[in-house]
């Protein structure tokens, strides 16, 4: 039994390549400082950070949903 | 989260192809603990520059010599003229760049090479962000591997000794290379009975729930201590995995192949599985199938954890 996810999780899926025109990393959506910040911020911050990737990923016209529990 | 890191402390969370950095601020300059993989080290070299602020990266430190925890060493090295101080126990494998014993070619990964400048023995104390740290024999998922414990904090950098839900593939045991199972009995127990409120792991988020991670690994010790081909038979399926992440996806006629080209892989079937390769490669991906970490798709195996 994995235990109880009470944070939001990284969306690192291991691509982990910047993409210099976009200035995001190529897996995760997220900029440096995002990725840099991760570890320190709260969940409110993280889900921040999550829906702003959602909008870039709408951007870049792909189908996955990030994973987390930022919904109710 | 329900507990805070010293301002100084930042955690670089990354995933599981490369290992959590941890980078100590201390006034004009900072220290970085594991450097993540190969394939990632401009990132990581990126993400440290952020986080560097403008500050020298003096000094890396590795907690063990994996690729995923050494990978970005040359290159942030090249970047930063950083020193890199390693355990003493692989110090002679760094300095001849041993392939076989940094299980390279073994397990089908990769690294460029550095040198090191210096070295840690178990029970060193030094100061990192300035606090007072101490280096801790950690035997087991890599015998010269250490932890690096903050009593005054009651913080502790655990590598792949302890995660928040297990511990890293007990190679040593495994190729019957030294008594790894009991060494991790071993580090568990001492880990167990330091007073630890926060875990910054190799991989995973930093964590407070220490006693619960404890029982975990514990639990996870004993059943592996009880049917040595469980305990086998996830490292095989860790392994791969994590080959499947760099590769991102293989063609499923390669499969394999690939396992009996793989040493470790090898190996672990040779002693454990025997299992003819074709059998061993539909077992396998059946099983990665099963735990989502992959899908099966024209004909490609496809990492579902990199797309």
Redesign the interface.
């Known amino acids: 039994m994995?235990?109880e996810q009470?944070?939001v999780a990284?969306p690192?899926?291991?691509?982990?390549?910047?993409d210099a025109a976009t200035g995001l990393?190529q897996?995760c959506l997220r900029t440096?400082?995002e990725?840099?910040a991760?570890?320190?911020i709260?969940?409110a911050e993280k889900c921040r950070i999550l829906a702003a990737v959602e909008q870039r990923r709408a951007v870049h016209a792909s189908v996955?949903d990030p994973p987390g529990n930022c919904r109710a | 989260?329900?507990f805070t890191?010293p301002s100084q402390v930042?955690?670089?969370?990354?995933?599981?192809?490369?290992s959590n950095n941890i980078l100590f601020l201390e006034g004009e300059r900072a220290t970085l603990i594991d450097s993540?993989y190969v394939?990632?080290a401009?990132?990581?070299v990126?993400?440290v520059r952020?986080?560097l602020d403008g500050r020298r990266l003096e000094r890396i430190i590795n907690t063990h010599s994996h690729s995923d925890h050494i990978g970005g060493n040359a290159a942030l090295q090249r970047e930063f003229a950083c020193s890199i101080t390693v355990p003493a126990g692989i110090a002679e494998t760094i300095q001849a760049w041993d392939e076989e014993a940094l299980l390279l070619t073994a397990s089908g990964q990769r690294c460029d090479p550095f040198r090191h400048d210096a070295t840690h023995l178990p029970g060193d104390e030094f100061e990192l962000g300035g606090l007072v740290w101490r280096a801790l024999h950690a035997p087991g998922h890599d015998m010269d591997a250490l932890v690096f414990y903050c009593e005054s904090r009651r913080i502790l950098i655990s590598g792949d000794a302890l995660w928040?839900?297990g511990f890293g593939i007990q190679f040593a045991e495994l190729m019957g290379k030294a008594a790894g199972l009991a060494a991790t009995r071993t580090t568990l127990e001492a880990i167990g009975r330091l007073a630890v409120d926060i875990v910054i792991p190799g991989h995973g988020?930093?964590f407070a729930?220490f006693d619960?991670?404890m029982q975990?690994a514990m639990q996870r010790l004993a059943a592996f201590e009880a049917d040595p081909l469980r305990m086998a038979r996830n490292a095989l399926k860790a392994c791969f995995t994590f080959n499947l992440?760099e590769l991102r996806r293989m063609r499923r006629d390669q499969l394999a192949e690939h396992l009996c080209g793989t040493a470790f892989l090898a190996d672990i079937n040779t002693r454990y599985l025997k299992l003819a390769p074709d059998d061993l490669a539909e077992w396998l991906v059946s099983e990665l199938v099963r735990a989502g970490v992959a899908e099966l798709r024209d004909g490609d195996i496809i990492?579902t954890?990199?797309?």
Not at chain 1, 12 to 18: A, D, E, F, K
């Open positions: 994995k235990p009470a944070s990284s690192c899926i291991n691509v982990c390549q910047m990393c897996g440096l400082a990725i840099a991760w570890s320190g709260d969940d996955a | 989260m329900n890191l930042r955690v670089l969370e990354r995933g599981w192809l490369s993540g394939s990632h401009s990132q990581t990126a993400l952020q986080a928040r839900d988020a930093a729930e619960d991670a975990r992440l990492s954890q990199t797309a």
